[in-house]
Nanobody, 125 residues
Framework: VQLQASGGGSVQPGGSLRLSCAIT????????MAWHRQAPGKQREFVAG????????DYADSVKGRFTISRVNAENAVYLQMNTLNAEDTAVYYC???????????????????WGQGTLVTVSS
C-alpha cells in the first residue's frame, strides 16, 4: 500500500486547513488510519486516528475539538480537517496505516506500518 498526503500550506493563526491522504495499492477498508505530526526538534506524535469503518475516532488532547478525522473508503481517502490553528500546530503531518481487525485505535507511532511522505503545515502571522 502507498500513502500520499497533501493539503499542507501556510495559514494564519485561527485559520483552517484540510489535509488529504490518498491510498493506492490496496483497499482502504482493511486499515486503521491515523494522522501524526512532527514539529521541528520534536518527536513524531499521534494526532488523530480512525477505525476501519470510521465508527470510532481518537484524538490527541492538544487537538480535540479543533481537528476532525474522516475517511471515505469508497474513495480510498482519509482527511484531517484542522480548525482554529495555532503556532503549536506547525509541523510536518503524516498519514499512516496499520492492519487490525478491531480494538482500540493505536496512538503510538511505532504501531503504524505504512507512512505517507508528509505535508508541511505552517501557522504563522
Amino acid at each position: 500500500v502507498q500513502l500520499q498526503a497533501s493539503g499542507g500550506g501556510s495559514v494564519q493563526p485561527g485559520g483552517s486547513l484540510r489535509l488529504s491522504c490518498a491510498i493506492t495499492g490496496d483497499i482502504l477498508g482493511r486499515y486503521y488510519m491515523a494522522w501524526h505530526r512532527q514539529a521541528p526538534g520534536k518527536q513524531r506524535e499521534f494526532v488523530a486516528g480512525i477505525t476501519r469503518t470510521g465508527v470510532r475516532k481518537d484524538y490527541a488532547d492538544s487537538v480535540k475539538g479543533r481537528f476532525t478525522i474522516s475517511r471515505v473508503n469508497a474513495e480510498n481517502a482519509v482527511y484531517l480537517q484542522m480548525n482554529t490553528l495555532n503556532a503549536e500546530d506547525t509541523a510536518v503531518y503524516y498519514c499512516a496505516s496499520t492492519i487490525r481487525p478491531y480494538g482500540q485505535i493505536p496512538t503510538t507511532t511505532t504501531t503504524y506500518n505504512w507512512w505517507g511522505q508528509g505535508t508541511l503545515v505552517t501557522v504563522s502571522s
